[in-house]
């Protein structure tokens, strides 16, 4: 550790004049310790902590380049689609030039196989599991690369989900292309039966291209779900027929004992309790809303909840879901409050025709700010609405450090939102950025990158929209910070 001054004209208030400089520092020149090679942050920081409330200046004038932005671009979500197509597409190529028999004799197997593991990694009861078993085993004490790298499979689960998916549509292009092939052999109701999944599954899956999703949401959900169901149903129908069906004495043998033994009933029906598992939780609940201005509706419901979960709530039991960050002050708590900002038809009508009832899945799923408990000490960074998935880490994981930038907050969001922020976390722990009051917005990753380094944190979490996001992820990637922003490709 190496102690430097910090200059007296500093506008740092609240930490000592010998600050010590963390390992990590160490390794720069000694020509570099300099007061002209540091930036003192322009805020209070916290007294109690002995990290450095200063950030070489080399540190804060990186700037992103194309090598940056690549690596940000194919992230792990793109490194698990590609791995897994092009396993699949090796198997395939290899099957196609008679080296490997078994995915021609059993190519159901590999169609059935890939859609069970798209579906089970976007169940909300595995991705739960998976959070709980990493958070349990592996928080604050492992390798903070190790961490890291559990965070970074965890939010980008999806990229198995869309790779096995696009794999298991190949499959079964594959294998009808061959039952016609061999249609002689093969009765016509299967063939049929295999064109019919074929266009069902290709449509539930163009419907969900990342475009069609974040812009036509509802066209992404009518497709994507209940085109998916006709695939599914249509896929028992199609393992069902083609394993009643002998192609030996071309003959059908429906024989319940023979396809219950077929490993394709298996994933079959596990496929189908993986989809059934969060509608069996699905309730109509009592909601408050909270209309504190034009912008924002806050919603209030009885019971709380452990940080880093998301709530999907509805007018309709199966109609237009949409996904909402909640914020609680713990389990013991007696409400949550999800933060609605006011942009699409659905929350247009929250504030129009507020509910007192409101669909939505008791079963949450984990967000990415579930992982918070791995780090010793991190940053949750967001802005306007974004408060709704960042808050309640804060509230409940002390040592996570609150920036949160918006537009005359407390008249936007309100006295809940505003009481719930001053009533629990102290001064030292959050920087509230009005930009109205302020006169526009900050640079923001010079405040982060002060804090991260007068904090002492290891990981920072970014929710905000599209641009802030990128220009927070390539700012953080390009000063080596450790970041885990909002996804848009999954």
């Known amino acids: 550790m190496t102690a430097i001054a910090i200059p007296t004209s500093s506008p740092v208030t609240a930490v000592s004049s010998q600050v010590a400089l963390p390992d990590a520092f160490s390794t720069l020149p ?15 920081v916290s007294n109690d902590y002995t ?41 395939m190529a290899l099957a196609i030039a008679n080296i490997w028999e078994y995915p021609r004799q059993y190519t159901s197997a590999f169609v059935l196989g890939n859609l069970l593991v798209a579906i089970l990694v976007r169940n909300e009861l595995f991705g739960r599991l998976l959070y709980l078993v990493i958070n349990a085993l ?24 869309s790779g096995c998916a696009v794999s298991g549509f190949m499959w079964l292009v594959y294998r009808v292309v061959v039952i016609f092939i061999d249609h002689k052999d093969n ?3 299967v063939l049929v039966m295999g064109i019919i999944t ?62 219950i033994r077929q490993q394709t009933f298996w994933y079959s029906l596990g496929m189908t309790v993986f989809i059934l598992i969060p509608w069996v939780t699905v309730r109509k609940v009592k909601v408050e809303c909270e209309i504190p201005s ?53 929350t247009k009508g929250l504030v129009k025709n507020p509910p007192t009832h409101i669909w939505t899945r008791e079963l949450k799923f984990a967000g990415v700010s579930n992982t918070s408990t791995l780090y010793k000490r991190g940053i949750r960074v967001c802005t306007g609405t974004g408060l709704g998935a960042a808050l309640s880490t804060c509230l409940q994981v002390c040592l996570v450090y609150l920036i949160w930038i918006g537009s005359d907050q407390e ?45 002492g944190a290891e990981v920072v979490f970014i929710t905000s929209n599209y641009q802030g996001n990128t220009e927070m992820m390539e700012g953080c990637k390009a000063a080596g910070i450790p970041a885990f922003g909002t996804l848009w490709d999954f």
């Open 30 to 44: 000694k020509e570099e310790y300099n007061e002209k090679s540091l930036v003192a942050p322009s805020y209070p």
């Open 51 to 91: 990290l450095p409330a200063v950030v070489p200046r080399k540190i804060l004038e990186r700037k992103p380049n194309r090598w940056i932005r690549f690596q940000i671009w194919f992230n792990t979500y793109r490194k698990f689609f590609v791995f897994v197509t092009i396993m699949n597409i090796v198997g």
């Open 138 to 161: 592996f928080a604050k004490w492992s390798p903070l690369w190790f961490r890291l790298g559990c965070t970074s499979v965890l939010q980008h689960l999806g990229g198995i989900h």
């Open 187 to 189: 009765h016509d109701s």
């Open 198 to 259: 074929n266009i069902f599954i290709g449509i539930s899956i163009i419907s969900a291209f990342p475009w069609i999703r974040n812009n036509h949401h509802n066209v992404f959900e009518r497709h994507h779900r209940f085109i998916g169901w006709l695939g599914l149903i249509s896929t028992w129908i199609f393992v069902i027929l083609g394993d009643s069906y002998d192609l030996k004495t071309h003959s059908w043998n429906p024989n319940g004992v023979q396809i």
């Open 294 to 346: 034009p912008k924002a509706v806050i919603l209030h419901f009885e019971r709380g909840m452990q940080q880093g979960l998301l709530a999907r709530i509805s007018r309709s039991s199966v109609m237009e879901y949409h996904a909402f960050g909640i914020i609680s002050e713990g389990k013991n708590s007696n409400k949550h409050y999800l933060i609605c900002g006011v942009q699409g038809d659905f």
């Open 411 to 455: 008249r936007t969001f309100g006295p809940t939102i505003s009481g719930l922020i001053h009533n629990n976390l102290g001064p030292d722990r959050v920087l509230l950025w009005d930009s109205k009051k302020r006169g526009g917005r900050p640079d923001t990753m010079k405040l982060i990158k002060e804090t991260y380094i007068s904090w």
